[in-house]
């Protein structure tokens, strides 16, 4: 029998997004399939509408019969699955742009060699 059991929640980070559900890594070793079914009990016709790739989430064990291949049936129906409510910013562009690192890579590229050059001298 394997460590997670059924009606346990747990942590994991989403490692992908199909038509048909998300998948979550729990740990080194096992590994989890929440279903589009039970993703809410409203109509989902995008997995991907409630979470993405590399979010950090909560999800219901809902069997666990198949412990011993290190997969895990998952639910985030009537739980509270985001760890955070907040929505990603969009980056605003600055006017400023692509300026500044215009203006400062001359310079990163200045020190660079410079400091190439010292430790060849040293060598």
């Known amino acids: 029998m ?3 059991k059924k009606g346990e929640i747990v942590t994991g980070c989403v490692t992908g997004i199909e038509k048909y559900g998300i998948f979550v890594s729990l740990d080194e070793y096992y590994s989890g399939l929440i279903h589009i079914s039970e993703i809410s ?3 989902v016709k995008n997995p991907a509408d409630y979470v993405y790739v590399g979010e950090t989430i909560r999800a219901l064990v809902i ?3 198949d412990l011993e291949s290190y997969h ?3 639910s985030i129906k009537n739980i509270d699955f985001k760890f955070s409510k907040k929505k990603r910013k969009k980056i605003i562009e600055t006017a400023s742009g692509f300026s500044t690192l215009q203006q400062s890579l ?3 590229i200045l020190k ?3 400091e190439v050059l010292l430790k060849m001298q040293k060598n």
């Open 112 to 114: 660079k060699k410079k």
């Open 63 to 65: 069997d666990d019969s």
């Open 72 to 74: 895990v049936k998952l």
């Open 2 to 4: 394997g460590q997670y």
């Open 41 to 43: 009990d409203f109509f």
């Open 106 to 108: 001359p310079l990163w």
